[in-house]
């Protein structure tokens, strides 16, 4: 079993031309987690590094046939297109539950990349706009340098204007890591509210990445299970079930209240 003393990355030595890494860990919407693990499939990514942590969660994940593993953040990665850089993809159980655990986990993640000559690192996570269901997304963003905040708004992230409001978790940390460590980078939230589990917005970030990456990404199961949150939303207003009224396109949307 892996020391529990330190935060700590196991990999294979793995050549990457001029990496672009691309985090989704679990938080608001489920949406980086989502759109990470979908890109991982779709790109066919390969893991190459293991971070274990003791300030993740004290628990092991149940596998087949009886066996176990502990807590921990998968690095994967997939070749670039042609005169682009190669792919790296960032899937975890968890996010350290303490502060020090941020601090210390989301720097070594950017520590890490930039060994790996690393060049642009994007995070992905959820815009809250409180107890309501978004039908029609938008994606914001907000970046560490204004070459990077142009390239998003090319590809239709809106920069966030919430002065005073917080980014909290990695998606926001390993943000402000990558400035420290001058290294360019950008978090990308989906706009969501109400549901644990928003596809719909997962699937307005990933036509993004898609664009980010010179890659058309097919949607496929990411889709599918925005059909179905479609259509159990529908039946849950027509039952009267719903606590608010979903949003719907054109009607005014309230602040967020939380970002992650």
């Known amino acids: 079993m892996r020391s529990a003393k330190e935060t ?14 691309f985090v989704g860990l679990p938080g608001i919407g489920s949406i980086g987690s989502l759109v990470a693990e979908h890109l991982r499939k779709e790109l066919k990514a390969k893991k190459f590094a293991t971070l274990y942590s003791p300030h993740f969660p004290y628990q092991i994940i149940m596998l087949e046939n009886g066996a176990f593993r502990l807590v921990s953040n998968r690095f994967y990665y997939a070749k670039g297109e042609k005169g682009r850089g190669d792919i790296v993809i960032l899937i975890g159980d968890a996010q350290p539950i303490t502060t020090e655990g941020q ?7 950017v520590e890490f990349f930039k060994h790996l000559g690393g060049s642009q690192i994007y995070t992905i996570g959820g815009y809250s706009t409180g107890a309501q269901y978004v039908k029609t997304p938008r994606v914001f963003g907000l970046a560490t340098d204004a070459v990077t905040v142009a390239r998003m708004k090319k590809y239709g992230v809106t920069p966030t204007n919430a002065a005073g409001m917080s980014v909290i978790g990695s998606a926001g940390m390993i943000v402000a890591f990558s400035k420290k460590h001058k290294i360019n980078a950008a978090c990308i939230m989906g706009e969501t509210g109400l549901l644990d589990v928003d596809a719909n917005s997962a699937k307005a970030v990933l036509q993004v990445v898609g664009k980010l990456i010179g890659r058309e990404i097919n949607p496929g199961s990411i889709e599918k299970l925005s059909g179905e949150t479609e259509r159990i939303i529908s039946e849950l207003e027509e039952r009267r079930l719903m606590p ?17």
């Open 103 to 109: 601090y210390e986990v989301n720097e070594k993640i």
């Open 8 to 21: 700590k990355i196991y990999y294979k030595r793995t050549k990457l031309r001029n990496p672009v890494l």
């Open 244 to 260: 608010f009224p979903a949003e719907t396109a054109g009607a005014p949307r309230e602040e967020p209240g939380y970002i992650r």
